[in-house]
Protein backbone atom coordinates (compact mmCIF):
# COMPACT_ATOMS: atom_id res chain seq x y z
CA UNK A 1 0.00 0.00 0.00
CA UNK A 2 2.78 2.27 -0.68
CA UNK A 3 3.37 4.41 -3.43
CA UNK A 4 6.09 6.10 -5.61
CA UNK A 5 7.64 7.56 -2.93
CA UNK A 6 7.32 4.86 -0.56
CA UNK A 7 4.60 6.77 2.03
CA UNK A 8 2.04 4.02 3.59
CA UNK A 9 -1.29 5.75 3.15
CA UNK A 10 -1.86 4.63 6.47
CA UNK A 11 0.68 6.29 8.71
CA UNK A 12 -1.12 9.91 7.79
CA UNK A 13 -4.71 8.84 7.89
CA UNK A 14 -3.87 6.40 11.31
CA UNK A 15 -2.25 9.74 12.81
CA UNK A 16 -5.41 11.60 11.69
CA UNK A 17 -7.88 9.66 13.33
CA UNK A 18 -6.11 8.78 16.67
CA UNK A 19 -5.62 12.73 17.19
CA UNK A 20 -9.21 13.70 16.41
CA UNK A 21 -10.15 10.64 18.31
CA UNK A 22 -8.16 11.51 21.54
CA UNK A 23 -9.60 15.17 21.64
CA UNK A 24 -13.18 14.15 21.01
CA UNK A 25 -12.44 11.13 23.55
CA UNK A 26 -11.06 13.96 25.73
CA UNK A 27 -14.21 16.57 25.29
CA UNK A 28 -16.61 13.23 25.97
CA UNK A 29 -14.67 12.64 29.45
CA UNK A 30 -14.73 16.31 30.22
CA UNK A 31 -18.40 16.79 29.66
CA UNK A 32 -19.54 13.60 30.97
CA UNK A 33 -21.36 15.29 33.99
CA UNK A 34 -23.40 17.82 31.43
CA UNK A 35 -26.59 15.83 31.26
CA UNK A 36 -27.87 19.08 29.26
CA UNK A 37 -25.55 19.01 27.07
CA UNK A 38 -26.87 15.47 25.77
CA UNK A 39 -30.32 15.17 26.45
CA UNK A 40 -30.89 15.30 22.28
CA UNK A 41 -28.95 12.42 21.81
CA UNK A 42 -31.09 10.27 24.25
CA UNK A 43 -28.22 10.67 27.43
CA UNK A 44 -25.97 9.18 25.23
CA UNK A 45 -22.12 11.07 25.33
CA UNK A 46 -21.73 10.67 21.57
CA UNK A 47 -18.81 12.24 21.71
CA UNK A 48 -16.96 9.66 23.89
CA UNK A 49 -18.47 7.19 22.16
CA UNK A 50 -17.40 8.22 18.60
CA UNK A 51 -14.53 9.83 20.03
CA UNK A 52 -13.55 6.45 21.25
CA UNK A 53 -13.89 4.60 17.82
CA UNK A 54 -11.74 7.42 15.83
CA UNK A 55 -8.97 6.70 18.47
CA UNK A 56 -9.44 2.82 18.12
CA UNK A 57 -9.94 2.93 14.09
CA UNK A 58 -6.77 5.48 14.06
CA UNK A 59 -4.51 3.14 16.28
CA UNK A 60 -5.26 0.22 14.21
CA UNK A 61 -4.13 2.02 11.04
CA UNK A 62 -0.71 2.88 12.92
CA UNK A 63 -0.21 -0.62 13.81
CA UNK A 64 -1.27 -1.72 10.28
CA UNK A 65 1.36 0.85 8.75
CA UNK A 66 4.35 -0.12 11.51
CA UNK A 67 3.64 -4.09 10.81
CA UNK A 68 4.28 -3.41 6.76
CA UNK A 69 6.95 -1.52 7.48
CA UNK A 70 8.96 -3.59 9.58
CA UNK A 71 7.65 -6.38 7.36
CA UNK A 72 8.73 -4.89 3.76
CA UNK A 73 12.67 -5.11 4.44
CA UNK A 74 15.01 -3.83 1.74
CA UNK A 75 17.63 -6.43 0.36
CA UNK A 76 19.68 -6.32 -2.14
CA UNK A 77 18.78 -8.03 -5.54
CA UNK A 78 21.34 -10.74 -5.35
CA UNK A 79 20.19 -11.98 -2.46
CA UNK A 80 16.62 -12.93 -4.00
CA UNK A 81 16.63 -16.06 -6.65
CA UNK A 82 14.67 -13.51 -8.95
CA UNK A 83 17.71 -11.00 -8.61
CA UNK A 84 20.50 -13.38 -9.25
CA UNK A 85 18.69 -14.38 -12.47
CA UNK A 86 18.46 -10.99 -13.43
CA UNK A 87 21.92 -10.27 -12.71
CA UNK A 88 22.76 -13.62 -14.72
CA UNK A 89 20.89 -12.45 -17.16
CA UNK A 90 21.95 -9.00 -17.80
CA UNK A 91 25.69 -10.34 -17.71
CA UNK A 92 24.84 -12.44 -20.08
CA UNK A 93 23.55 -9.64 -22.54
CA UNK A 94 26.09 -7.58 -21.54
CA UNK A 95 24.21 -4.85 -19.98
CA UNK A 96 26.10 -4.42 -16.90
CA UNK A 97 27.76 -0.76 -16.44
Known amino acids: MSGALGLDIRLPIGGLFALLGLLLTGYGAAT???SA???????VNVNLWW???MLLFGLLMLSAAARARRKASARPA???PEGQATEAREHKLGLER
Open 51 to 53: GAV
Open 37 to 43: RYARSLS
Open 32 to 34: AGD
Open 78 to 80: EDS
